[in-house]
């Protein structure tokens, strides 16, 4: 009877910590948004080194902020969020602008032509796709 309690035990231990790999260790496996497990406002204050170039069109931009924009367009969802989220806003980003960093730079590998959602659109109208991160 003891040595049964025992595998009782251990195995609702298995079980239990099964559970917790499958779903996460808080439940949240599915939770995560466009920037992965990274918070959105901590990936905005990377892109620090972009803010003057991100509110003014003509400004030349700095070799640390396409550094660290190079990185950024490898997950153009995460952009966008990064783009509109709180911290950028606060900074002062203008996001019509702020889209137009990747060609600055000359990023070969930019997202041309993706949609953040409908918002804003940095070319004239939404049949050219011809610019980096594009909205509609």
């Known amino acids: 009877m003891e040595t049964s309690v025992k595998y009782?035990?251990?195995?609702?231990?298995?079980?239990?910590m099964t559970i917790s790999g499958l779903n996460g260790v808080e439940g949240t496996a599915g939770y995560y948004g466009p920037c992965g497990k990274h918070d959105i406002e901590k990936e905005a204050e990377k892109l620090e080194a972009?803010?003057?170039?991100?509110?003014?069109?003509?400004?030349p931009v700095s070799e640390r902020c396409c550094t660290v924009m190079e990185k950024k367009v490898k997950n153009p969802a995460c952009l966008c969020a990064v783009l509109f989220s709180q911290t950028a806003y606060n900074a002062g980003v203008r996001p019509?602008?702020?889209?137009?960093i990747p060609?600055?730079?000359?990023?070969?590998d930019r997202p041309v032509g993706y949609q953040c959602g409908g918002t804003f659109r940095e070319a004239g109208n939404c049949?050219?796709?011809?610019?980096?991160?594009?909205?509609?």
């Open 8 to 16: 009782m035990c251990v195995l609702a231990f298995l079980v239990c």
């Open 50 to 59: 972009c803010t003057y170039a991100a509110q003014h069109r003509r400004v």
């Open 96 to 100: 019509e602008i702020a889209v137009t």
């Open 127 to 136: 049949s050219d796709h011809s610019e980096t991160l594009q909205h509609c």
């Open 103 to 108: 060609k600055r730079c000359n990023i070969v």
